[in-house]
C-alpha cells in the first residue's frame, strides 16, 4: 500500500515537473525579446523508444540553442508523462503529442526503437503534425527502426534517398531509395542507422537547421570519434581479469545534473549485454534532471537502499553539477572507496574522475583521463590524451562522445572482446 502511494506521489511530481517544463519551453520559444527566433524542436517519444537516440537527439540539439520539448505519443493514463523506454529505462516526457497540435516546429526528428517506432507510427496526431510540417517545407528525421517503421509507413520518404537500422532496411516500401549509410539527407528529410549513429544523426540535424559552423561548434566539445564506423580501441595498463561470481551487478549513481548521454549509454550497453544495472539516485527522490536536455529520468532505487547491495562495478556518468553531487554525498563516497578497498572495479566518464576520483584519492598511482577541459586537475596526466583508460580495476574516460566506448570497453572486460563487438555492431557504432 505504502509503495503505491509513493509511486502515485511520484507520478503526481512527474507531470507537474513535467508540465512546467512544457509552458518553459514554450515562453523561451515565443521569441519574446527581439534578437533571432529560437528554433524550436519536438522529439516525440512512445513506450519502446531507443533511449540513447532519444537522448543524444535532445542534447546535441539543446547544445546548439534550440528549445527542445520531448512529448510522449502514448496515450494518457494513470502513468501520467512516464514513458517506459527500452532496456528499461523510464524518464518523464515534457508534455504529450496530442496537446501540441497546434504547435509549430522547426525540425521534428523521430528516434527509433522497438516497438517505440510502431507506437509512433499509430499516433495519428504526431502523423498528422509531421505530415503538415513536412508539406510546409519544415525539416524532420528519424532514426534507428523509424525511417522505414514509421515515416516510410506513413509514405513520407518517397522518391528520396534514406537509411535506416540495416535489418529494416528490406521494410522500406518500393518508393523509397535505400542506402546503406551511417546518415543520409535528402531535400527536407534525414535518416540515420542506430544508437551508435544518433550523435552523428543529431550534428547533421544541426547543420541543415543552423549550418555547418554551428554543426563544428557544438561537436568540439563533445570529442566525437574521428573516424565514424571503424573498430574502436582502448588504453589498457596493467591488466587484470574482472571477476564476477554470477551475472555482473553494475551500480549507475545518478544525481541532478548527471550527462544524459553518458548515463544513458552505460544503463542501455550494459543492459543489453545483460548485465544487471541498479540506477540509483543520490537526490532526495527517484526523479533527477539531467544536465542538457534536462531529461526528467526516474532511477531504480535511492542510494541509501543501493548501500546494502554489492556490486561487481560501480561506475559513474559525468556532468559537473552530478559529479559536484557525487563527491558530496557521503553514502557514495564510502561505496566507491569500500570498492576500491576490495580491488574491484570502479569507473567514471567525462567530470566524475577529476571531480570525484581525484578529490577523494581514488586515482592514486592509476593512469587515467577525464573531460580534456578538467584534466589538469588530474595529479597524473599521462594519459589524458586517451578515450578510454583502463588500469586495472579502473576504467576511465572523456566526454559524451566516448561515452558508447566507454560502455563498450566495460563490456569488454565483464564478458569479453567478441560480446563487446558484437553490441557495438548491433548498435551500428562499428
Avoid at 314 to 334: C, E, H, R, W, Y
Wanted: proline share 5%.
Amino acid at each position: 500500500m505504502a509503495a503505491a502511494a509513493a509511486s502515485s506521489l511520484v507520478r503526481r511530481a512527474a507531470a507537474a515537473a513535467a508540465s512546467s517544463r512544457l509552458l518553459h519551453c514554450r515562453a523561451f520559444a515565443s521569441g519574446g525579446g527581439g534578437g533571432e527566433k529560437v528554433k524550436r524542436v519536438l522529439v516525440p517519444v512512445a513506450a519502446g523508444t531507443e533511449p540513447i537516440e532519444a537522448a543524444a537527439t535532445a542534447d546535441v540539439l539543446n547544445r546548439a540553442g534550440a528549445r527542445v520539448t520531448v512529448a510522449t505519443a502514448d496515450a494518457a493514463g494513470d502513468d501520467g508523462l512516464l514513458v517506459e523506454a527500452a532496456y528499461g529505462v523510464k524518464l518523464v516526457a515534457d508534455g504529450r503529442v496530442a496537446d501540441l497540435e497546434g504547435e509549430s516546429f522547426d525540425l521534428i526528428a523521430l528516434p527509433g526503437g522497438m516497438p517505440g517506432s510502431v507506437n509512433l507510427r499509430d499516433c495519428k496526431v504526431l502523423e498528422k503534425m509531421v505530415k503538415n510540417h513536412a508539406e510546409n517545407g519544415g525539416l524532420y528525421g528519424a532514426i534507428c527502426a523509424a525511417p522505414a517503421v514509421t515515416l516510410a509507413h506513413w509514405g513520407m520518404l518517397k522518391g528520396l534517398k534514406a537509411t535506416c537500422y540495416p535489418s529494416f532496411m528490406e521494410k522500406f516500401t518500393a518508393e523509397v531509395i535505400p542506402v546503406n549509410s551511417r546518415v543520409v539527407v535528402d531535400r527536407n528529410a534525414v535518416t540515420s542507422q542506430g544508437p551508435g549513429t544518433a550523435i552523428e544523426f543529431a550534428l547533421a540535424l544541426i547543420e541543415q537547421l543552423y549550418g555547418k559552423e554551428k554543426m563544428e561548434e557544438v561537436a568540439g566539445p563533445l570529442y566525437v570519434r574521428p573516424q565514424h564506423g571503424v573498430e574502436y580501441t582502448i588504453e589498457e595498463l596493467n591488466s587484470v581479469e574482472w571477476k564476477c561470481s554470477g551475472t555482473p551487478q553494475v551500480l549507475v549513481p545518478v544525481a541532478n545534473g548527471s550527462e544524459e548521454m553518458e548515463a544513458l549509454n552505460l544503463i542501455d550497453i550494459l543492459r543489453r549485454a545483460g548485465a544487471n544495472v541498479t540506477v540509483a539516485s543520490v537526490e532526495e527522490k527517484l526523479q533527477i534532471v539531467t544536465r542538457r536536455h534536462k531529461f526528467n529520468l526516474i532511477a531504480d532505487i535511492m542510494l541509501d537502499e543501493a548501500t546494502k547491495m554489492q556490486f561487481d562495478l560501480i561506475v559513474m556518468p559525468g556532468g559537473l553539477p552530478g559529479a559536484q553531487k557525487f563527491a558530496s554525498t557521503k553514502n557514495l563516497v564510502d561505496l566507491l572507496k569500500k570498492q576500491v578497498e576490495s580491488n574491484k572495479p570502479y569507473g567514471a566518464i567525462c567530470a566524475s574522475p577529476a571531480h570525484v576520483l581525484e578529490p577523494l584519492g581514488l586515482l592514486k598511482g592509476k593512469k587515467a583521463t577525464a573531460f580534456p577541459p578538467m584534466s589538469h586537475l588530474l595529479t597524473d596526466q599521462s594519459a589524458c590524451e586517451h578515450r578510454v583508460v583502463v588500469d586495472g580495476n579502473l576504467i576511465t574516460s572523456r566526454a559524451p562522445g566516448t561515452a558508447t566506448e566507454f560502455a563498450l570497453a566495460i563490456v569488454d572486460k565483464l564478458f569479453g572482446r567478441d560480446k563487446a563487438v558484437s553490441i557495438a555492431k548491433e548498435l551500428v557504432f562499428m
